[in-house]
């Protein structure tokens, strides 16, 4: 119940051809592999991140390709910005059904009593307060509509503690019980929420953790 396949969600995908979708942190990583993949199924893809150069790269490749993608600057922790993008997708392309919350980061690698407290908690609001703030924008329409989906990128940090990633695995755990807590309340409405943990993933974000001493 708690985590999905990814296989599995990809061939119910499938269902919301022509549909448009948003993904977070959609510049690099998984988040851009995400994207194109939808792209690639049908959709219109809004590729949202903090960086604007990387997320019109990834949409230019998808245009190229003849497919519908378009870029969006988005701070995922902010909610005017938050509120201020979807808006500007659902007026530049069509309301959102399918949203992947992949936005997060994974830098305070250290012992709880040596993390810097500021850069913790901001690791917590990167990883978990931007899945709340993206689905909180969107649910009001697709709940609305009773057709949509929304797929938390999740980790198996959220299943175990860690020692030197205390931050991270907190809020993917965190974003365990908000993915659980959203299908509760959104399934009678025809709207489903999912938890996919990819596995390791060779991206930046892991780079960064396999090089940290």
């Known amino acids: 119940k708690q985590l999905c396949c ?16 948003m993904v977070t942190g959609a510049g690099s990583g998984i988040g851009a ?17 903090r960086r604007l150069d990387p997320l019109e790269a990834v949409a230019a490749g998808l245009q190229g390709d003849g497919l519908r993608a378009d870029a969006f600057a988005l701070d995922a922790t902010d909610w005017n910005l938050v509120q201020a993008t979807v808006a500007r997708i659902q007026a530049e392309l069509d309301p959102v059904d399918f ?12 012992l709880p009593w040596k993390s810097d407290p500021g850069e913790w908690w901001r ?10 703030l993206v ?13 949509g ?7 198996g940090a959220a299943l175990e503690g860690r020692e030197l990633s205390s931050a991270y695995a907190t809020a993917k755990t965190g974003l365990l019980r908000l993915t659980e807590s959203m299908e509760m309340a959104t399934a009678p409405h025809g709207v489903h929420v999912f938890a996919v943990h990819p596995g390791l993933v060779r991206t930046a974000l892991t780079e960064g953790i396999l090089a940290s001493e």
């Open 6 to 21: 990814a296989k599995g969600t990809v061939a119910r995908m499938h269902a919301f051809d022509g549909a448009t979708a």
């Open 33 to 49: 592999e995400v994207a194109r993949a939808l792209a690639h199924a049908g959709m219109t893809v809004a590729l949202c991140g």
């Open 99 to 110: 949203l992947v919350n992949c936005a997060g980061q994974h830098s305070e690698i250290n």
């Open 123 to 132: 690791e917590v609001e990167g990883n978990l307060k931007s899945a709340f």
């Open 135 to 147: 689905s909180r924008a969107v649910l009001d329409g697709v709940v609305s509509r009773g057709r």
């Open 149 to 155: 989906r929304i797929v938390n990128i999740s980790s």
